[in-house]
């Protein structure tokens, strides 16, 4: 089975084939997983210069898709012609013109779409551009099967469309000795939490400090160490941390080396993000990967990361902006066994968001889009 996976964004920051591959790791988690799952994979990438690279088992196409006046570009349909997948499998949901593109250039090959944190359109006028490009998909790919609904409810998906559930990305974090990450870390607290993600409304900061300071009465070893990188909230974060329950209970870590969020997490005894909406959550997936247990808020794409960890008291979920639920949450787990929490977490990590694991869920629908 051939499959060629087409991601349609261009790099804003053009950067050379063999960075962004470095860069862009879940595009490279997906198709080398496929590719480690038996499928033949190819990629293509939308991109201002023309380029190839092979590595593990992938072929990388990097060309320009838009050949202008709304039509594909004659390179991209001559790769397409050349390639002779079975199955295209294209990254994101709104791009109507590129689907467009691949119904007149690929008309009788199964299409399968996969959602990365796509918003259903606001405006009802564009909906039927939407409904048309999505009616073209043989199935959409989502983290959590609950993802489709919005746009179900507004009439965007076809009720012959398949859903399938596969996680975005998978990590090549492992877990390291917890002592020693301390020591090259600095990360200390009895529990010490961590803090992945960006100060921003979305990831709610703000609650989670609030339920932070509410925690510490019953936790009087809590620290919170805080990993982020743009930070909008970074001044209302600050005055946050004036509430003299959280005074030297906080550190903010700002932007980390991604190579350093590994010993960071291994360190740490729990992750606890925020969020609102999330396409997956690549820090939980890291989190997990590590054996890190997660405490994070009760949305589609975190309670099927985390599957029965939360029932097997390996793993908390909280409801979104519940401040006093996230800190009932953290002292429920402080509770448990942080051994049994890590193998709990290690093995649902291997079970659902491993390589190999994705791999098997995408081949599955691959093949499932071909019968």
């Given at each position: 089975?051939?499959?060629?996976?087409?991601?349609?964004?261009?790099?804003?920051?053009?950067?050379?084939?063999?960075?962004?591959?470095?860069?862009?790791?879940?595009?490279?988690?997906?198709?080398?997983?496929?590719?480690?799952?038996?499928?033949?994979?190819?990629?293509?990438?939308?991109?201002?210069?023309?380029?190839?690279?092979?590595?593990?088992?992938?072929?990388?196409?990097?060309?320009?898709?838009?050949?202008?006046?709304?039509?594909?570009?004659?390179?991209?349909?001559?790769?397409?012609?050349?390639?002779?997948?079975?199955?295209?499998?294209?990254?994101?949901?709104?791009?109507?013109?590129?689907?467009?593109?691949?119904?007149?250039?690929?008309?009788?090959?199964?299409?399968?779409?996969?959602?990365?944190?796509?918003?259903?359109?606001?405006?009802?006028?564009?909906?039927?551009?939407?409904?048309?490009?999505?009616?073209?998909?043989?199935?959409?790919?989502?983290?959590?099967?609950?993802?489709?609904?919005?746009?179900?409810?507004?009439?965007?998906?076809?009720?012959?469309?398949?859903?399938?559930?596969?996680?975005?990305?998978?990590?090549?974090?492992?877990?390291?000795?917890?002592?020693?990450?301390?020591?090259?870390?600095?990360?200390?607290?009895?529990?010490?939490?961590?803090?992945?993600?960006?100060?921003?409304?979305?990831?709610?900061?703000?609650?989670?400090?609030?339920?932070?300071a509410l925690a510490l009465s019953r936790l009087p070893g809590l620290q919170l160490w805080m990993c982020f990188g743009t930070a909008p909230l970074h001044d209302a974060v600050l005055e946050r941390l004036r509430?003299?329950?959280?005074?030297?209970?906080?550190?903010?870590?700002?932007?980390?080396?991604?190579?350093?969020?590994?010993?960071?997490?291994?360190?740490?005894?729990?992750?606890?993000?925020?969020?609102?909406?999330?396409?997956?959550?690549?820090?939980?997936?890291?989190?997990?990967?590590?054996?890190?247990?997660?405490?994070?808020?009760?949305?589609?794409?975190?309670?099927?990361?985390?599957?029965?960890?939360?029932?097997?008291?390996?793993?908390?979920?909280?409801?979104?902006?519940?401040?006093?639920?996230?800190?009932?949450?953290?002292?429920?787990?402080?509770?448990?066994?942080?051994?049994?929490?890590?193998?709990?977490?290690?093995?649902?990590?291997?079970?659902?968001?491993?390589?190999?694991?994705?791999?098997?869920?995408?081949?599955?629908?691959?093949?499932?889009?071909?019968?």
């Amino acid at each position: 089975m051939h499959v060629v996976q087409i991601d349609p964004f261009t790099d804003t920051l053009g950067r050379p084939p063999e960075q962004l591959l470095g860069e862009w790791w879940t595009l490279v988690h997906c198709a080398r997983s496929a590719a480690d799952a038996g499928a033949r994979v190819s990629v293509v990438q939308s991109s201002s210069r023309s380029d190839h690279l092979a590595q593990h088992g992938v072929d990388y196409h990097f060309l320009p898709l838009d050949g202008g006046r709304g039509r594909p570009s004659t390179a991209f349909a001559d790769l397409l012609q050349r390639l002779r997948p079975d199955v295209l499998h294209m990254h994101g949901l709104g791009f109507t013109r590129e689907v467009h593109w691949l119904a007149q250039l690929a008309p009788r090959l199964p299409l399968l779409l996969q959602d990365h944190a796509a918003r259903p359109p606001g405006r009802p006028w564009t909906w039927w551009r939407w409904r048309r490009a999505l009616a073209r998909a043989r199935g959409l790919i989502f983290c959590a099967r609950e993802q489709a609904q919005p746009f179900m409810r507004r009439g965007l998906v076809d009720a012959r469309t398949r859903i399938y559930e596969v996680p975005e990305a998978s990590s090549d974090f492992r877990p390291r000795e917890r002592e020693a990450a301390r020591r090259l870390t600095g990360i200390a607290g009895d529990p010490a939490l961590l803090w992945v993600g960006h100060l921003n409304a979305n990831k709610d900061p703000l609650t989670v400090l609030d339920g932070v300071a509410l925690a510490l009465s019953r936790l009087p070893g809590l620290q919170l160490w805080m990993c982020f990188g743009t930070a909008p909230l970074h001044d209302a974060v600050l005055e946050r941390l004036r509430d003299p329950r959280l005074a030297g209970r906080v550190h903010l870590l700002g932007r980390q080396p991604h190579r350093h969020i590994e010993q960071l997490m291994s360190a740490a005894d729990v992750l606890v993000q925020g969020s609102h909406r999330e396409g997956s959550g690549y820090s939980v997936i890291e989190a997990m990967a590590c054996g890190l247990s997660p405490v994070v808020t009760d949305i589609p794409s975190f309670r099927s990361l985390l599957g029965p960890l939360p029932g097997q008291l390996a793993a908390g979920l909280w409801p979104v902006g519940d401040a006093p639920g996230l800190a009932d949450a953290l002292v429920g787990l402080a509770d448990q066994n942080l051994l049994l929490r890590q193998q709990r977490v290690l093995a649902r990590f291997e079970a659902h968001c491993s390589l190999a694991a994705v791999g098997r869920g995408l081949v599955s629908a691959y093949a499932d889009a071909l019968s």
